[in-house]
């Protein structure tokens, strides 16, 4: 991840001459915090009083709340409007901070920090933003900022990607509900089941070079298409060229031709591998995979098709896909916090597994016995009640067989 460049300095405190005496303090820097009290699973409460905590320390906060029928990039470009921040803060799940980073195109000199608080949080870990609420509300204190490209799909601003036919799906079959019980793995679970179930469509797209040329098709037995300005690993999709730029003013344009649902779950589950590391390179591409960078693209389905934008349902085919280059300017680590964060991160973790690594291991396995008897369950026509009593089951079960283990080697070790 790279991230460069600088935003204004935060300080307040009061800074003394070459003479001793003392100067008046300078002016604290004003933020605007768009917050989302229900996103994600934790409390909404709690958590604005953690991140409160963290900016008043340095930044004067005028805090507005979204609700559930209005936009929060509206209430962005009021507040705008109405404080005059330096720096506007969103802090909710992907839906949020893609609304308000749009209320910042063009808005020169107000920079934008991200506290996220959703499920996914695919935006973050895009572009890198510590998902912990303390670290990333520190990090909207900072003064490294990254000035990234933003898309237009029929003239609607996204920060990540837009997903036709496939990806559309997955985020439909991916509810509230299901967010709600299984967390970011819901995406995985209706990804799984998608794949399984997947139709195709033809495509004609007309795409634009970085030189200004063009080529025009159709392609057949499509199922799905992604154009992507930025992505994180679990966008698997769109890493079919390896992870998307966010600032070299190209959409990454991916289109899958599975045979058939396994040729597409295959598919999928390859891209991933590779995309962390566990499989092929990325330029070893599967045959059904099929892309370029474009600086634009125009794309019609048969039959129409879906269409989701930041992992929000906007409608359906044709759209016309586009970059506006270096358009909002981020908040983001300095490359040495991120470094330092990410030894500490394994520092700690090799800590934990040297202490208690055999602890470790059976929870991985425990979690992994879990997870898959769920997977079932979401492949086959389960209800949920029957999933929860399998998971159950299973983990009685799991406990029952440790206890006996622990039992007979006590039993062993007195003799
Ligand atoms: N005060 C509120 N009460 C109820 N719903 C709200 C409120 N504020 C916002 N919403 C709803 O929250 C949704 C946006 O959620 P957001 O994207 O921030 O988080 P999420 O859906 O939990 O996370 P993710 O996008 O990562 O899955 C919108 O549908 C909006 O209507």
């Excluded at 409160?52 to 990039?73: F, I, K, N």
């Excluded at 990804?191 to 030189?211: P, S």
């Excluded at 392609?219 to 298409?225: E, H, K, N």
């Excluded at 960078?293 to 359906?316: F, H, I, N, S």
């Amino acid at each position: 991840m790279s991230a460069a460049g600088s935003g204004g300095g935060a300080d307040g405190a009061a800074t003394d001459d070459a003479n001793g005496s003392s100067s008046p303090p300078a002016a604290k820097r004003t933020a605007v915090l768009i917050f989302n009290p229900v996103s994600g699973t934790g409390d909404g409460e709690a958590d604005l009083k953690a991140i409160l905590a963290v900016l008043e320390r340095e930044v004067t906060v005028h805090v507005v709340q979204t609700t559930a029928d209005c936009e929060p990039g509206d209430l962005a470009r009021t507040a705008l409007d109405e404080y005059a921040p330096d720096v506007v803060i969103a802090s909710g799940g992907d839906g949020t901070v893609g609304a308000v980073a749009s209320a910042l195109i063009g808005r020169e000199g107000v920079v934008l920090g991200v506290i996220p608080r959703g499920t996914a949080n695919a935006l973050s870990a895009a572009l890198g933003i510590p998902t912990e609420l303390t670290d990333a509300a520190q990090v909207c204190l900072s003064s490294n900022s990254w000035t990234i490209d933003v898309g237009r799909c029929n003239g609607v601003p996204f920060l990540l990607l837009v997903g036709i036919g496939y990806e559309a799906d997955v985020v439909q079959t991916a509810d509230r509900e299901m967010k709600r019980k299984y967390g970011p793995l819901a995406y995985m679970f209706s990804a799984g089941q998608r794949a399984l179930e997947h139709t195709t469509f033809e495509v004609h797209y007309t795409a634009t070079a970085d030189d200004g040329s063009e080529l025009v098709g159709t392609m057949p037995g499509v199922a799905a298409v992604t154009a992507a300005n930025a992505a994180p690993w679990s966008s698997v999709l769109a890493q079919g060229l390896g992870e998307p730029v966010p600032d070299d003013g190209l959409l990454e344009v991916m289109a899958y031709t599975p045979e058939t649902g396994l040729d597409m779950a295959s598919t999928v589950a390859n891209v991933f591998f590779s995309a962390v590391g566990l499989g092929g390179s990325p330029d070893e591409q599967p045959v059904n995979v099929h892309g370029g960078k474009a600086r634009k693209v125009k794309l019609a389905c048969t039959p129409p098709q879906k269409v989701v934008l930041d992992g929000e349902m906007v409608g359906e085919t044709p759209v016309e896909i586009e970059l506006e280059r270096g358009a909002v300017r981020l908040l983001v680590d300095s490359p040495e916090l991120q470094a330092a964060r990410e030894h500490d991160y394994k520092e700690r973790l090799m800590e934990a597994l040297a202490d208690k690594g055999e602890t470790v291991l059976e929870k991985v396995q425990h979690g992994a016995a879990s997870i898959g008897s769920t997977v079932k369950g979401v492949f086959t026509d389960n209800t949920d009640e029957d999933i929860e009593a399998q998971v159950e089951a299973e983990v009685r079960e799991d406990e029952q067989s440790r206890n006996d283990a622990e039992a007979e080697k006590a039993t062993a070790e007195s003799k």
